[in-house]
């Protein structure tokens, strides 16, 4: 065999090995937004979202969170961090406005999280949530 034909026979096998090499490295875990067991955890009353319109924690499980009913009426439950992604910091819901709002830069988020105006260069991060009995429920 010549050198030329050994080097293209080395390199088509360390071509065709590649593919194993990065299945190997993937990681077989979920999402990140499943890492934390799936497990949801009452945040409050239903009671409470209602009289206040909203549900708002500074530490629940490691995040600040707030919870309000969608205000398109669907009675759906939407969940966000308050962590503004522009400057870190706490957006908080404007029923007025119906969006959260950042204090520090004028920054807007529509209730479901998306960046409606100023600076933040990504949607808030969002949480599952659901209605459990008379509890509303996250999952983090």
Request: proline share 6%; aromatic share 4%.
């Amino acid at each position: 065999m010549k050198r030329r034909e050994f080097n293209l026979l080395g390199l088509g096998l360390l071509a065709s090995s590649l593919p194993l090499a990065i299945a190997a490295c993937q990681s077989d875990s979920e999402p990140a937004a499943d890492a934390g067991g799936g497990e949801f955890v009452a945040l409050g009353s239903m009671a409470d979202l209602d009289a206040q319109g909203s549900l708002t924690s500074d530490d629940f499980q490691g995040e600040k969170l707030a919870v309000i009913r969608d205000p398109g009426g669907s009675g759906e439950l939407l969940a966000v961090s308050t962590v503004c992604t522009h400057a870190g910091c706490t957006v908080d819901w404007d029923s007025a406005q119906g969006k959260f709002v950042c204090p520090c830069h004028g920054g807007s988020y529509n209730p479901d999280g998306t960046v409606s105006g100023g600076p933040p260069p990504q949607p808030l991060t969002t949480f599952a949530a659901k209605i459990e009995g008379d509890q509303v429920m996250i999952q983090v």
